[in-house]
């Protein structure tokens, strides 16, 4: 049953005000609510509760610059760590990266404590090119808590943009760990693994880098199977590898002598790079229909294995999709027109 908004208009005053307008915040009528808060507000007695509540309210209605105004107006009365926190969040809202540190840090100077503002005054830094000063910040926020999500993601964010993968990677996997059902850290470590090493090499050994990005593909398809990026983070590790076989087969010394072989089964269900490649391009096609990636991967694939046909099948469909892609499978074919 809906609430009926004329209970809100009984004459109230001084603390009943504040409930009512809480009251009706809670039942869905946010412009009573304000209303009502903004004229418990309008009597010039208002107190801190008042205003950060204010604030919350116009941040959950994406008005930022209000919200802004009025966590300002509430440290004013009273400097608190929590709203001098909101204010920074605001002004990263409102990407006023400087301005934002100058309240994260009086929030620090209150409690220093806090996970939270010590990883959104690292945000800011990372976004104002000070990544050193950004690693600090982070972490600090992991001295508190050395488990805490956000810390280690956007670390790992930090580390990956400036080329640090094994760093990133080791962060990832972490938030992964911690966060075993989660599909976005899933896509995180998938993407970072999806990446070539340092320097470019490829681990195709049990447990390498590739390995592992096969893997973490396939873990990040299954928690988010609507989302092309996991499918597509895998497509490219196996195109790159896709002129390769696959058998694993570990030599050790056997005890007492003698050399014990020992074949390990990877992650792939074929057995063969290509093989693999073709079918999750064909899957991703059937979920992804209007996505051009997939098919014109599928394209290359066939080329490699002078399956001509079928190249120039999948390569018409990646270009009906995406017009931009003729000239590059066109190189890629090796053909003149498609």
């Known amino acids: 049953m809906r609430a009926d908004p004329r209970r809100y208009l009984q004459p109230v005053d001084g603390e009943a005000s504040f409930e009512a307008a809480i009251a009706a915040w809670r039942a869905g009528d946010r412009d009573r609510a304000l209303a009502l808060l903004d004229a418990v507000i309008a009597r010039g007695d208002a107190r801190v509760s008042h205003w950060s509540t204010r604030g919350l309210w116009l941040e959950q209605l994406g008005r930022h610059e209000e919200a802004l105004e009025a966590f300002r107006a509430s440290t004013v009365i009273e400097p608190t760590y929590a709203d001098h926190y909101n204010a920074g969040n ?3 809202a ?11 840090d009086a929030s620090i100077a209150l409690n ?6 010590w990883v959104n005054r690292g945000f800011a830094l990372r976004r104002l090119g000070r990544s050193d000063d950004a690693r600090d910040s982070f972490d600090r926020a992991l001295t508190i808590d050395a ?6 993601r956007c670390k790992a964010m930090l580390e990956s943009g400036l080329g640090h993968g094994a760093q990133a990677e080791a962060l990832y996997a972490r938030v992964a760990q911690l966060s075993p059902d989660d599909a976005r850290a899933a896509i995180d470590l998938a993407r970072q693994l999806g990446q070539l090493a340092e320097g470019g090499r490829m681990e195709l050994h049990p ?8 893997e973490a593909c396939k873990r990040a398809r299954a928690l988010a199977p609507d989302d092309p990026r996991p499918w597509g983070f895998e497509v490219a590790v196996l195109a790159r590898l896709m002129l390769v076989h696959v058998c694993f087969r570990l030599v050790r010394p056997r005890d007492g002598g003698g050399t014990d072989f020992e074949l390990v089964p990877g992650p792939l269900e074929t057995g063969r790079f290509a093989d693999e ?8 096609m059937a979920r992804f229909p209007e996505d051009a990636f997939f098919p014109s991967r599928l394209a290359v694939a066939f080329a490699h294995l002078s399956r ?3 190249a120039l099948e999948a390569a018409r469909r990646a270009v009906a999709l995406d017009p931009s892609l003729e000239a590059d499978l066109l190189e890629a074919l090796d053909v003149e027109h498609l």
């Open 112 to 117: 220093d404590r806090y996970p939270e503002c």
């Open 207 to 214: 447990g390498g880098r590739e390995w592992r990005a096969i």
């Open 277 to 284: 490649l073709i079918a999750l391009c064909e899957a991703a």
């Open 147 to 152: 488990d805490f999500v956000p810390a280690l």
């Open 94 to 104: 409102l990407r006023r990266d400087e301005e934002a540190l100058v309240e994260l």
């Open 308 to 310: 001509v046909d079928d």
């Open 90 to 92: 605001m002004l990263l």
